[in-house]
Nanobody, 121 residues
Framework: VQLQASGGGLVQAGGSLRLSCAASGFTFDNYCIAWFRQAPGKEREFVALIRWSTARTNYADSVKGRFTISKDSAQHTVSLQMNNLKPEDTAVYFC???????????????WGRGTQVTVSS
């Protein structure tokens, strides 16, 4: 059971990045997939969430209108399109799988290795 996040990088403020989360050894069916992020010296925080079966989504207030979470059934991946990036979006981004519709990291049992997103001003 493994999750892999990819797509991070260095971008200027106002730019865009697209992160992708892929699963190995299991499917996303019947699960919620969330993105969290963690900046140096800060706690891990919720970014966005999608329920695979219904494509229902939820976003942190800080990213609403700028980030879009979506699923690709053919590729069996979950993506996070990040537009109008700000320096405060700089963090390591993680994808996680859980059974509950939750914004709390403790509710997610499976985590991937993160991908670094750095936004320069």
């Amino acid at each position: 059971v493994q999750l892999q996040a990819s797509g991070g990088g260095l971008v200027q403020a106002g730019g865009s990045l697209r992160l992708s989360c892929a699963a190995s050894g299991f499917t996303f069916d019947n699960y919620c997939i969330a993105w969290f992020r963690q900046a140096p010296g800060k706690e891990r925080e919720f970014v966005a969430l999608i329920r695979w079966s219904t494509a229902r989504t939820n976003y942190a207030d800080s990213v609403k209108g700028r980030f879009t979470i979506s699923k690709d059934s053919a590729q069996h991946t979950v993506s996070l399109q990040m537009n109008n990036l700000k320096p405060e979006d700089t963090a390591v981004y993680f994808c996680a799988r859980g059974t509950q519709w939750s914004t709390q990291p403790d509710e997610y049992a499976s985590w991937g290795r993160g991908t670094q997103v750095t936004v320069s001003s």
